[in-house]
């Protein structure tokens, strides 16, 4: 199940950068078979030579590369946004897990030497998709608990209700599916990139995307049956609790506390935030840096 691949942690940044660097862009098909260029932004050149893909694909891949590019976008500009809490973190961990998916296309592509084939992982990656809707590891195991009786791996892609799935989503957040852009981020106006930020938080469960911190505080041992954490956090209180295997955590204006981890107490209380508000999403099983 490729939600096994979900990187547990960003990125280095180096290996970020290497990433982020390329483009790829989807021609339309042409003759059973499409083609996917590979463009390194920074030089301007092809960043690898061209590789056809099956034009059965030409839908399901031109939706991955939007999506790709989004949170590429999200993440390059997260200084100049105001970006949901944990959003630029788990852009990355995107940014990394989606670059693997398209270089298991790439590679079968070169493998197969042209004509009719499949990516058994990219198929995957579809499958995941659209039964999971997430492909974060806590998210996978969730629905495996909720539905013993399947098994993705043994789902066939092409049985799947593609025109009537892709029709819904559009329906219900055209900015973040792309359809609202033709799926083509060269029609994204440098403004419309908040909204993009906001469509992003809103499909990886996070709330409240106007509101931006600017402290990291390491969350550690999340993998323990019961976590007793205190920390200060810009006056702000993290609660945990477990649930199905998974920490729903809830984010809320606190008083100032002592910091049972290391002994000493937060001094750097952060004014200026509202008199209310929560925040809620759904925290993985390991240790994670969440940007406040």
Not at 27 to 51: C, M, Q, V, W, Y
Not at 64 to 75: D, I, S, T
Not at 128 to 136: F, K, Y
Request: proline share 5%; hydrophobic share 40%; net charge negative.
């Amino acid at each position: 199940m490729t939600d096994l691949f979900f990187p547990m942690h960003p990125p280095a940044h180096a290996e970020l950068r290497l990433i982020t660097v390329i483009r790829y862009k989807a021609l339309r098909p042409a003759g059973g078979k499409f083609t996917i260029n590979a463009i390194n932004t920074d030089l301007n050149i092809p960043a690898s030579e061209p590789f056809d893909v099956p034009s059965d694909y030409y839908e399901h891949v031109r939706r991955f590369l939007w999506r790709h590019q989004v949170f590429m976008g999200v993440e390059k500009r997260k200084e100049e946004l105001s970006l949901a809490v944990g959003l630029s973190t788990r852009a990355q961990c995107y940014i990394a897990y989606m670059d693997a998916m398209i270089e298991g296309l790439f590679t079968k592509a070169r493998r197969s030497g042209g004509g009719d084939w499949r990516s058994d992982i990219f198929d995957l990656y579809l499958v995941v998709d659209h039964l999971v809707q997430g492909h974060e590891y806590n998210v996978g195991s969730l629905w495996r608990m909720e539905n013993p009786d399947r098994i993705l791996e043994t789902v066939d892609v092409n049985t799947l209700d593609w025109k009537t799935f892709y029709a819904t989503v559009d329906k219900n957040d055209p900015v973040w599916t792309g359809s609202s852009y033709q799926f083509d981020i060269a029609n994204v106006a440098e403004g419309s990139w908040q909204d993009l930020a906001d469509a992003t938080a809103n499909y990886l469960g996070l709330t409240n995307p106007k509101v931006k911190f600017h402290k990291e505080v390491v969350l550690c041992n999340l993998m323990l049956p019961s976590l007793n954490l205190g920390a200060a956090v810009a006056g702000v209180e993290i609660l945990l609790a477990r649930q199905c295997g998974v920490y729903r955590w809830t984010v809320r204006p606190s008083y100032k506390y002592k910091n049972q981890s290391s002994g000493k107490g937060d001094e750097g209380i952060r004014k200026g935030l509202p008199d209310s508000h929560e925040v809620e999403k759904w925290m993985p099983n390991d240790s994670r840096v969440l940007s406040w």
